[in-house]
Structure formats: structure tokens, C-alpha cells
């Protein structure tokens, strides 16, 4: 499997930005985003399935959104409202249907104040 992560940047805090990630090779059950900030752990931003449903963390609920297209295989991040503690490494991750597991690469963003 390969995926593809584009977007991503330098925003001003309260500005949006767009993460797109693209899957190929498998079809997959699940797609998500995560997030690594400095000295953090990474986390799980946002998630969702292939029947639609998705799964997001307290801190970006209202914010983000998350949203799929399984005919190309891509997931979308929107992130509105962005925050300085937003900051991170961003990573696109997916689950095949063979219960196997992808981390793209990750892309980074920077949210001013």
C-alpha cells in the first residue's frame, strides 16, 4: 500500500488548511490522522470508517472534519479554526481490509498566533 499526503503548511492561528491523503494498492477499511507535536506523543486526531463513521478527538470536535472518498481511496482532513496547539506532524494512516496497517508520510503544520 502507498499512500500519498499533500497539504498541510503554515497558517495564522484562526485560519483553515487542508489535508488530503490518497491509498493505493489495497482497499482499506479505515483512514485517519494523527498528529505528533514536539516532546508528544502521537495522537489520534480524526477517524473514519467505511460505512461514514468517524471518531474525533475532544480537542479538534467543532474544528475539524474528516471525509473520505472510497471510490479514489482518499481521506480529507478539513481543519478550521486552527490553534497554536494544533502545531504538529501530521500522519495519514490507513487499515486495509486484510486488517493490515499504513502510515503515510508525515507533513507538517504550523499554526501562528
Known amino acids: 500500500v502507498q499512500l500519498q499526503a499533500s497539504g498541510g503548511g503554515l497558517a495564522q492561528a484562526g485560519n483553515s488548511l487542508t489535508l488530503s491523503c490518497a491509498a493505493s494498492?489495497?482497499?482499506?477499511?479505515?483512514m485517519g490522522w494523527y498528529r505528533q507535536a514536539p516532546g508528544k506523543q502521537r495522537e489520534l486526531v480524526a477517524l473514519i470508517i467505511s460505512g461514514g463513521s468517524t471518531n474525533y478527538a475532544d480537542s479538534v470536535k467543532g474544528r475539524f472534519t474528516i471525509s473520505r472518498d472510497n471510490a479514489k481511496n482518499t481521506v480529507v482532513l478539513q481543519m478550521n479554526s486552527l490553534k497554536p496547539e494544533d502545531t504538529a506532524v501530521y500522519y495519514c494512516k490507513v487499515r486495509t481490509i486484510y486488517a493490515r496497517e499504513y502510515w503515510g508520510q508525515g507533513t507538517l503544520v504550523t499554526v501562528s498566533s
Open positions: 494498492g489495497s482497499i482499506v477499511s479505515s
